[in-house]
């Protein structure tokens, strides 16, 4: 370990000055003003770790082009594919940045720039790791190297691609750092993410808004039918009542219930940052164990008649509600989504027309089970270099792309990421510490020695 | 009665030109740029009505002026007071009318104006009827005469003056002419008309909108928490779930019932009209029960989170609903109003703060019971001049100035109008027929004589 820790010290400085130049682009995806960016971005990433000794090839598509590379090494080891992407969001309002967004600039240890973390940043680190592995020639697996383009508005390229590349990117283990740590210089796994389906519930009621002194009490009131369906859609003790909704669910384990438990996470501090107490939910499991563990109905957003000021005496014509719901392990998407479907439309009332659509299928969950192979690896790797147990990190949003590409390689995913709350992601003034980037490289450096 | 047959045959070329007058004062209350138009039309209708030989006044208020006017008549007789508007609605959009709306046009035995029905027309013929009785000597009771400026826009002087106003305002029968007639020919005698009040309910969550995969299941979603409270509204049967809503209700009488089940309306024309089944309201009432002789609970709007194109995966930090009740008579609103206020307030649930606000106490019923004495003269005055039964109709809107204006002066509303919906008030092309000003014009002077 040694040598590694004396490459990054030796060398620290020629890393910054990398990754700089890799923030230099402005690979914003969501902007076609900046597709020629995101193009010369992909060129100059496959030329750096072609560098490294891989044998690197671009994928052109019909949206934004992504870097494919691959490393032989010994076969009698776990492979790994690692991904992560090249592309970032807007900057705007530009005028809250510090200093210029696409102009890297170091302030007390911090490197700001658009993507200084993500992901970028957390994608270096581990190109940085792997040179340091491979100058010091250690023994290691075959590795494979995916970075897309077009991760912040939709994956569009992978969700297509997937299935055809599906044996090029064959792998036993899906490394991505693409997630943060709960608390500094302790690595924190991400153990699951829910996945997500969503559609929108439209009541149709009388041609046109109505007066309601006319017709009140004649006719049914789209929005009176409408707040009935969605208040069938809970049972009191905050469980979902859709017959099948839970269908296949995976049930939380004993140890999955004590790694929960055993958070670092204040709910006391969350609870003073929401502004409300932690109520939702099914009353049966804690608070983190709804986030991660269960799956969720959320009514994203509703509306109907009048809602400026004031008053204003109509039954309205329509009335709607937008529905997203977060599932874990054992629910299959489009299976959950039709079972909601076919459930709200049996509860439409007389009187009238209900219409469900807008359907969107995100993807499914991912649970790594607390036994798994690739778990045991990752402490390891941690406990050895850090001297410390990981934190366990159930997470309660869906990135759809990490389950879908591991079923498209057969890799398990794992995922280790050094970002914190402070870094603002997404935000003006995205920073990432010289620290976490430090720490981020020690844990992949880590990771291939105990592999 | 040929005498007032006759005075109308004789004078109507000169009723029209003095309508068409009337109607040429762009008394529009609620745009203050007409203020004067207003302060003129009062002073016309002054002068107007002081030449029937009415002892008559303009009353200055903080807002617009109205006209009051008595002439002492047989004291044995019952007394009147008729109350009327002479402000008008908007004219917007004014590319949609085919001749000027302050030049009133006649065209195909119809007069055009803004006004020409609603409240002009039906105030103009029952000024006409008066001039042709006093005319023929005819045995008169005390007449009062109450024409206000701003119906159209809230009746604030009203609202505000009626308590001092109540000795001089005494009467027995308090007439309007404001309502319309459900078949050409037979005057329709409006039994009823529903009380209202409002409020809106506002449901806080977090101090943010906040991630749907972060918190989902982790804080109670406010849409959530709306829906099943408004949802605990309405019992599956469609009545009113709150505790004390129904109190004092006075339910219909099977004298009632039985008018009701006489209405010329067609249901199956109106449920084409609206294009939906009549499928709202209590279920062991008929619709048209529903409609006048019942109170309501509606959501005239709803609002919180997304409503815009595509997904928007948060939890809303806020929703809220517009709610409107229609009251029957029994009924105390500010009472209604606060136990449905306080239910609310009891139902919220935990996770979220609740607030009830935004109250508009509109005013009380009123309805008029089957044996009442003043609906048997209507009767009679109808009986012998139309030679029909009159048709009985329980309006489902609301007009609280007439419940409060029969409480401050004593008098039993006695509401016939010769609306119909053709004649499009309040839209662009208003008209009344002369066919339907001479209707109006008959029906008052038979009341005088049957009185």
Not at 71 to 76: A, D, F, I, L, T
């Amino acid at each position: 370990m040694v040598g590694v820790r004396r490459y990054f010290e030796s060398n620290s400085e020629r890393f910054i000055l990398e990754w700089k130049k890799f923030l230099g682009f402005r690979s914003i995806s969501a902007d076609p003003a900046y597709h020629h960016e995101c193009v010369k971005c992909a060129d100059w990433v496959r030329d750096h770790i072609s560098n490294l000794g891989f044998h690197a090839e671009v994928w052109k598509t019909a949206t934004k082009p992504l870097v494919f590379a691959e490393r032989k090494g010994n076969p009698s080891k776990a492979s790994v594919l690692f991904y992560g992407h090249y592309d970032v969001q807007p900057v705007d309002p530009l005028e809250l940045w510090t200093s210029e967004p696409f102009e890297a600039t170091l302030r007390d240890g911090r490197l700001y720039a658009r993507g200084a973390q993500d992901n970028k940043g957390q994608v270096f680190f581990f190109l940085k790791a792997l040179e340091a592995l491979i100058a010091e020639g250690a023994d290691l697996p075959t590795i494979k190297i995916l970075i897309e383009g077009e991760e912040e508005c939709g994956s569009e390229a992978m969700q297509s691609g997937l299935k055809g590349w599906g044996e090029r990117l064959q792998a036993d283990i899906l490394m991505v750092a693409d997630t943060g740590m709960l608390v500094p210089g302790v690595p924190t796994i991400t153990m699951g993410l829910r996945g997500i389906v969503e559609c929108e519930v439209r009541v149709y009621g009388p041609r046109m808004d109505i007066h309601s002194g006319v017709y009140g009490g004649v006719v049914l009131n789209p929005i009176q039918a409408l707040t009935r369906m969605l208040a069938s859609l809970h049972n009191a003790d905050g469980s979902i009542a859709v017959p099948g909704f839970y269908d296949g669910v995976q049930e939380p384990t004993a140890e999955e219930k004590a790694l929960v438990a055993d958070s670092p996470i204040n709910l006391k501090q969350l609870e003073e940052f929401l502004g409300v107490s932690l109520a939702g939910g099914e009353k049966r499991f804690s608070a983190l164990e709804r986030r991660g563990l269960r799956p969720t109905l959320e009514l994203n957003g509703i509306g109907g008649g009048y809602q400026g000021a004031g008053g204003k005496t109509v039954i309205p014509s329509f009335a709607m509600a937008k529905i997203s719901m977060r599932l874990v392990s054992g629910q299959q998407p489009q299976k959950t989504l039709s079972t909601v479907v076919k459930y709200l439309e049996q509860i439409a009332p007389e009187g009238v027309r209900v219409e469900v659509g807008d359907f969107r299928v995100g993807g499914a969950a991912f649970r790594l089970p607390a036994q798994s192979n690739v778990l045991q690896i990752a402490r390891r790797a941690i406990k050895s270099e850090f001297n410390v147990e990981p934190h366990c990190l159930w997470e309660g949003a869906s990135v759809p792309i990490i389950p879908a590409l591991a079923e498209a390689s057969g890799a398990e995913p794992l995922l280790v990421g050094f970002g914190m709350e402070e870094d603002k992601i997404h935000s003006p003034d995205e920073s990432f510490s010289l620290r976490q980037f430090e720490e981020g490289y020690r844990y992949v450096t880590a990771f291939f020695k105990v592999i």
